[in-house]
């Protein structure tokens, strides 16, 4: 059982590149998010899904889009990187009842813009 | 909308020695309570959660919190610490009822030594 699982783990763009960030969960769960963690500012919301087919925003959606591709996948496109994008992007996934109120995160993606 | 301060950005403690991680949380509606642990390298696992009911709860590996309502906290404990318990603790909440979308606070780095 993978759990969550992100892709790629770290990646390097240059300013004005663009990349989408990977994850899939394999728990049945309803609801996606993507969170990005700064150095003092604990872990902020970027989008979210609700349940397969819609998506929201979050805390702070500017420069990214996402794709809510299926029940497991949901991706996280940065259309043109800034190094204000500098951060570790984290995948969580929860599920439904009593299992919703409890999100499982991935490992992660380190990514720096130059 | 909700807000959650965690004012000690690292505690350092001795092993063996009691520890206490503070958090207060703000919130116009009712919340669900969150404590989140993360290794190095890692992504965040859960340490433990109050919902409803007993207002002590506790982990598997030693720590609790307590949910105070008229002082809008929950800060967690353990009576002795160990080495392996160095990590950074992240408190957070989320609106009773939603899809688990997580307010977390700016995070507290436990450094435990010999």
């Known amino acids: 059982n993978a759990g969550v699982t992100q892709t790629p783990k770290f990646q390097v763009l240059k300013t004005g590149q663009s990349m989408t960030l990977q994850c899939a969960q394999d728990m049945n769960h309803n609801s996606m998010y993507w969170y990005r963690q700064d150095p003092g500012m604990g872990l902020r919301l970027i989008y979210y899904s609700a349940s397969e087919g819609t998506t929201d925003k979050g805390e702070v959606p500017n420069g990214y889009n996402v794709s809510r591709l299926n029940k497991r996948e949901f991706s996280l496109r940065l259309e043109s990187a800034a190094p204000s994008q500098t951060s570790v992007y984290f995948c969580?996934?929860?599920?439904?009842?009593?299992?919703?109120?409890?999100?499982?995160f991935g490992q992660g993606t380190r990514l720096t813009v130059v | 909308a909700q807000s959650v301060t965690q004012l000690d950005s690292q505690v350092p403690v001795f092993e063996e020695a009691p520890v206490e991680l503070r958090c207060n949380y703000s919130?116009?509606?009712?919340?669900?309570l969150f404590w989140y642990v993360q290794y190095p390298n890692q992504g965040l696992q859960l340490l433990l959660k109050?919902?409803?009911?007993?207002?002590l709860v506790e982990s598997i590996n030693g720590f609790e919190a307590e949910f105070n309502k008229s002082q809008t906290s929950f800060h967690l404990r353990k009576p002795s610490v160990h080495i392996s318990d160095t990590a950074e603790y992240f408190c957070?909440?989320?609106?009773?009822?939603?899809?688990?979308?997580?307010?977390f606070g700016t995070g507290t780095r436990l450094q435990v030594t010999l």
């Open positions: 919130s116009s509606v009712s919340v669900y």
């Open positions: 957070a909440v989320s609106e009773t009822g939603t899809a688990s979308k997580l307010t």
């Open positions: 969580a996934s929860s599920g439904p009842d009593r299992a919703r109120t409890e999100a499982f």
């Open positions: 109050y919902l409803s009911g007993s207002t």
